[in-house]
């Protein structure tokens, strides 16, 4: 599995409220994005930037959705985008009692 952290610049003007309602926008765009098994975004505030991070089951299908993500988020923040991408082994998942190794599901 491929963890992904993007960060992109904030408009100075944005409030939270605003944030909120651009992303939701988006919802659409990821639900159901082959490959994309979980994707948050976080903001900070002091800094005026925000992150995605986002969980994938393979790094083709996640190279192939930031050829095609990084003109968008350009568009949406006023800023290129910083992608980061993460070989993720081991996932421990506290909300469903799972660990994964290399994908697989394991009792341990």
Not at 17 to 43: D, H, S
Not at 82 to 103: M, S
């Amino acid at each position: 599995m491929i963890t992904v952290f993007s960060k992109f610049q904030l408009r100075p003007e944005l409030t939270r409220e605003q944030a909120v309602e651009e992303i939701k926008e988006t919802i659409a765009w990821y639900r159901g994005r082959e490959g994309c098994l979980r994707k948050y975004i976080c903001l900070n505030w002091e800094e005026r930037s925000g992150y995605g991070v986002y969980l994938w089951s393979d790094r083709t299908l996640a190279e192939a959705f930031y050829a095609q993500a990084t003109a968008e988020i350009e568009r949406q923040t006023g800023a290129t985008p910083e992608i980061l991408f993460f070989d993720t082994p081991v996932i421990v998942d506290n909300t469903t009692d799972e660990v994964f190794i290399d994908g697989e599901l394991v009792e341990v």
